[in-house]
């Protein structure tokens, strides 16, 4: 075949494009892969914020319920609520909550509680709320929001479930009221809903348990 051959021109043009091709999908997969471990280790993070990584063993990124409770969980969808366990026994859960009724919209936390339904810890993931007034439930702006660790629906009695201004224990922000009040209640929802779905919560299967049944 000649060296400057129409075919074989056609044929070196081919293989390039079967090796760029290989390439791109290769670097594709890979690109991927990296996403998706950040993405696990930002969760993960954001998890340990809420509950220390030491008081359980498993898997608590692999044992994940969707749950759908639109009253407790602000929003109409299912909510993710993360299970640790420590030697197969329930140690807590944490749970993707969404107070409603921000002043600015939404304001998606994550929830940490007990299993004895005291709260291990709890962190605002997003909101929009007016920086200088209402941000001060972000834990990097106040310790404001560390104020629910070890609380309880026993700690304090339904009435401090609230901002003063209702008459509650947890403090409002100097002219921010409305913030401080959804989380308060976000948080209180939460709790109940432990409190009433707590065999539930530990019972069912996860995603992945369900996947190896199949
Ligand atoms: C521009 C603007 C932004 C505001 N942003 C917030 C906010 O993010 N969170 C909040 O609770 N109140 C915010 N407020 C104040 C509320 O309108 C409301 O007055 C306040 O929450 C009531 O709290 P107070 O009873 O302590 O005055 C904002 C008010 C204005 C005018």
Same mark, same amino acid.
């Given at each position: 075949m000649n060296a400057d051959s129409p075919l074989r021109s056609g044929l070196t043009l081919a293989g390039i494009a079967v090796l760029g091709v290989a390439l791109l999908t290769g670097i594709h997969h890979l690109t991927r892969e990296r996403i998706a471990a950040q993405q696990r280790d930002a969760v993960a993070m954001r998890l340990s914020q809420v509950l220390a990584p030491d008081r359980y063993d498993n898997d608590l990124l692999h044992d994940v319920i969707q749950v759908t409770d $639109? *009253?407790? %969980?602000?929003?109409?969808?299912? !909510?993710? /609520?993360? =299970? !640790?366990? =420590?030697?197969?026994?329930? #140690?807590? #859960? #944490?749970? *993707?909550?969404?107070? $409603? @009724?921000?002043? @600015?919209? $939404?304001?998606r936390m994550l929830v940490g509680i007990l299993a004895d339904g005291s709260i291990s810890g709890v962190r605002v /993931?997003?909101?929009? *709320?007016?920086?200088?007034?209402?941000? $001060?439930?972000? !834990? =990097? =702006?106040?310790?404001?929001?560390?104020? %629910? *660790?070890?609380r309880s629906l026993r700690d304090p009695t339904p009435e401090g479930w609230a901002v003063r201004r209702d008459g509650g224990e947890f403090d409002q922000f100097t002219g921010a009221t409305i913030t401080p009040r959804a989380v308060v209640e976000a948080v209180q929802r939460a709790l109940e809903y432990h409190r009433a779905h707590l065999d539930a919560l530990y019972a069912r299967q996860s995603a992945d348990e369900q996947s190896t049944d199949e």
């Amino acid at each position: 075949m000649n060296a400057d051959s129409p075919l074989r021109s056609g044929l070196t043009l081919a293989g390039i494009a079967v090796l760029g091709v290989a390439l791109l999908t290769g670097i594709h997969h890979l690109t991927r892969e990296r996403i998706a471990a950040q993405q696990r280790d930002a969760v993960a993070m954001r998890l340990s914020q809420v509950l220390a990584p030491d008081r359980y063993d498993n898997d608590l990124l692999h044992d994940v319920i969707q749950v759908t409770d $639109p *009253e407790t %969980f602000g929003h109409p969808g299912p !909510a993710t /609520v993360y =299970r !640790a366990r =420590r030697d197969g026994q329930p #140690v807590a #859960v #944490v749970m *993707e909550v969404t107070a $409603p @009724n921000g002043y @600015n919209g $939404p304001i998606r936390m994550l929830v940490g509680i007990l299993a004895d339904g005291s709260i291990s810890g709890v962190r605002v /993931v997003s909101h929009r *709320e007016t920086p200088g007034l209402g941000d $001060p439930i972000e !834990a =990097r =702006r106040s310790d404001w929001i560390t104020r %629910f *660790e070890g609380r309880s629906l026993r700690d304090p009695t339904p009435e401090g479930w609230a901002v003063r201004r209702d008459g509650g224990e947890f403090d409002q922000f100097t002219g921010a009221t409305i913030t401080p009040r959804a989380v308060v209640e976000a948080v209180q929802r939460a709790l109940e809903y432990h409190r009433a779905h707590l065999d539930a919560l530990y019972a069912r299967q996860s995603a992945d348990e369900q996947s190896t049944d199949e």
